[in-house]
């Protein structure tokens, strides 16, 4: 393999960000980080990396316990680090952060390393290399890349790409949770991850916190947060789309701000009953018709569709009433013509059926109606026709008295 080959492999490992290990070691570099992400010409920065040992604590080796002195020696220099060296090639000056670290770093363990460096004075991309001396072993080298003002940082972008998942639809005045899923499917890490609900007013709106922090996503990563939201009785039914914001920092970019929008499905649940009932005439005879009107009222947070109501009274007549639709807080009556039986008081069903967005209702209602006999009008017509001849013989005493 020639030089031009061993230089394309390198590169493609630091672009992918797949550490380059030493044989036998347990010690790898499991990410770092340039402050600025970009350097200018002569400018200085802060190169930070992060050393761990992959080495299973004790606690939880399955291994046998009866190992010989010379495999546990070897086992606990892999991971003394007698140096740590920042190499910048003659092009990148390493001002201070060499040496400053040696010894081991217990079994599943990381530290960082700050180094800080200054840029050339040409732009490009040069490559330093950190030397990892491991007791008893070789320097273990990784290559890491330092971006001069050069417009190529956009290759290791993060992309977070949001998901939500809730109880289903929502009745208005109810409080319910919503998970919101964060995924990177981008190629590069994001960092100090803020997800926050913008202001929604005052119909729906989260009842404790409004957002919720990760503290980094790889690539490929994901996490889930939770946000309780609360609603307004007075809240319109449909989609309702909150928009969310995703404050994060990249390697390269540094803050960057995303806005995302998740969807509430609001549905408003109608309560139809009785608000009064009247007859007319008032006083309903027996054998006589007469109407009667139920008033329909709709105290739910939802319209009311194909409102209809029956009753069961044993009379001629219109007995079933189509309303229609009813709005909340709102009012129609169901009108009903009929011709009154005998007298007496007779208890009746009005059964009342509709439909929302959360389906099909019915309700009963159990009513009473008093039907009466007519007056009797006997002795007053005695009284009248007394008084017709009454007044008839008066007329003709007085009519003969003249004559006399």
Do not use: C
């Amino acid at each position: 393999m020639n030089m031009k080959s061993i230089l394309i492999i390198i590169i493609v490992l630091i672009l992918t960000g797949i550490p380059v290990l030493a044989v036998d070691s347990t010690i790898v570099i499991t990410d770092y980080e340039i402050t600025p992400p970009v350097l200018m010409p002569e400018e200085k920065g802060i190169l930070t990396v992060t050393l761990s040992n992959t080495e299973p604590s004790a606690d939880f080796s399955m291994g046998p316990t009866d190992k010989s002195e010379e495999s546990y020696i070897s086992t606990a220099s892999s991971s003394m680090i007698d140096s740590v060296f920042l190499d910048g090639k003659k092009d990148i000056d390493v001002l201070a952060g060499n040496g400053q670290f040696e010894g081991k770093i217990g079994e599943g363990q990381s530290i960082q390393i700050s180094f800080v460096i200054r840029a050339p004075t040409r732009s490009g991309i040069y490559f330093t290399q950190l030397l990892i001396r491991i007791r008893d072993q070789e320097y273990i080298k990784y290559p890491i890349a330092i971006n001069v003002n050069t417009p190529i940082s956009t290759v290791r972008q993060p992309a977070l790409i949001l998901s939500q998942s809730s109880s289903g639809p929502i009745k208005p005045g109810d409080s319910f949770p919503v998970k919101i899923n964060l995924i990177n499917k981008g190629i590069g890490q994001a960092k100090d991850i803020t997800v926050r609900v913008r202001e929604t007013g005052s119909s729906i709106a989260p009842m404790t916190t409004n957002a919720f922090h990760i503290e980094k996503l790889h690539e490929g990563d994901n996490a889930v947060g939770e946000i309780i939201f609360n609603t307004d009785k007075e809240v319109t039914s449909g989609i309702h789309k909150i928009p969310i914001e995703i404050t994060f920092t990249t390697p390269d970019k540094g803050d960057t701000l995303v806005t995302e929008t998740i969807s509430l499905d609001i549905k408003g649940e109608s309560d139809v009953s009785i608000m009064s009932l009247e007859t007319d005439p008032e006083r309903i005879q027996e054998n006589s018709p007469f109407d009667l009107i139920i008033r329909l009222d709709n105290s739910g947070t939802g319209d009311a569709e194909s409102v209809r109501a029956s009753l069961d009274l044993p009379f001629q007549g219109t007995k079933e009433a189509f309303v229609g639709r009813i709005e909340p807080h709102n009012d129609a009556p169901a009108v009903f013509v009929l011709e009154s039986g005998e007298a007496g008081e007779y208890v009746y069903n009005l059964n009342i059926e509709y439909k929302d967005d959360w389906g099909e209702h019915q309700r009963a209602e159990n009513l009473t109606l008093a039907i009466i006999k007519p007056p009797d009008n006997t002795v007053t017509y005695i009284i009248l026709i007394i008084l017709v001849i009454i007044g008839l013989a008066g007329y003709r005493l007085w009519s003969r008295r003249g004559d006399m």
